[in-house]
Structure formats: C-alpha cells, structure tokens
C-alpha cells in the first residue's frame, strides 16, 4: 500500500464517491447522513477540488494498488493568528481495509507534511464514543472537551462530539 499526499483528485473521483459512500453507508460520522445524496457527495468532493487548488487544504491517500481504499485531509487556517494550526478531517478507511493500522500510518503521514509546511498544531473532533477516539489518544491527542448534542445521526438522533489537539 502506498500512501500519498495528493494535489488533485484527478482520476480517482468516482473512487473518492465510493469511499466516502462506503464509510456513510456503514455509520461514519463524516457529515453526511443517509439516504445519500450523490450530488451532494459530487459537489462536496468539488470543494475539496478547489481547496486544494487555492492551497487551503491537504488531501491524503492510501492506494492499493491503484485502488483508493482510505484518506484524509488536513484543512489549513488562513486566518493570520492561526496559521500554525490544521484542522484534521474526514479519515475514511474502507470498511474492506479496516483494523489493518491504515489509520495510524496514515495519520503519522499526515503528521510529518504538516510539520513540512510549518504547522504546529492539530485539532479535530469524533464522535463522542465512536472507536476513533482511542485512535486519536493512543497517537498522542489530548482531549480537550466534549459538546452534547453536536451532530444529527442517520438515525435523526443527535449526538456529542469531543474535540482533541496535539502540538507537533
């Protein structure tokens, strides 16, 4: 498996649209609910296009062998007492490929371009108990507080969210 940080999604789109249908379909909490609105997947994958054209994000992928089977983004503050800080989002792994480590490869990847490009600091927010926070606390995030109520679920509950940070 290969993991790469990429500055397009040319030619892997409709897989970036099955990944992230893929992770929805099976209960990811990654702002989207089901029934899925592919043209909302389209025009948000779009966006993404565009942030990454203007600099303001970073997207990264695990291909197997040529088959996109988990990402992530790093969103970047453009705000001028910020930019030492990235917003880590959407880490999907195919629910074909989950347990086998991706995430934590993925998420020290992302670790060392973010030092590249001279941030020092990343936050991001789970799920309040949803099995990416240990992800987050055995890589050395620290939790910095929960918000009840946070997020409407598929099943048109709502529910909390944590929000962590690590200095790097």
Request: charged share 20%; aromatic share 8%; proline share 2%.
């Amino acid at each position: 498996m290969d993991i790469k940080s990429l500055t397009s999604l040319k030619g892997l789109e409709n897989q970036f649209l099955t990944l992230l249908t893929d992770c929805v379909e099976s209960g990811a909490s990654v702002g989207f609910l089901t029934p899925i609105d592919n043209t909302e997947l389209t025009d948000y994958w779009q966006g993404v296009e565009a942030d990454l054209a203007s600099n303001r994000r970073k997207l990264f992928a695990v291909l197997d062998e040529d088959k996109l089977v988990a990402c992530m983004q790093l969103s970047l503050c453009s705000k001028a007492n910020g930019r030492h800080r990235g917003e880590v989002e959407k880490l999907m792994v195919a629910t074909s490929h989950q347990g086998q480590g991706i995430s934590k490869k993925l998420m020290a990847f992302m670790e060392s371009v973010a030092i590249e490009t001279g941030i020092s600091l990343l936050v991001l927010d789970t799920r309040l108990g949803d099995v990416a926070s240990s992800l987050y606390r055995a890589i050395g995030f620290t939790e910095a507080g929960q918000i009840p109520n946070f997020a409407l679920s598929s099943n048109g509950q709502f529910e909390g969210t944590v929000f962590f940070y690590k200095p790097i």
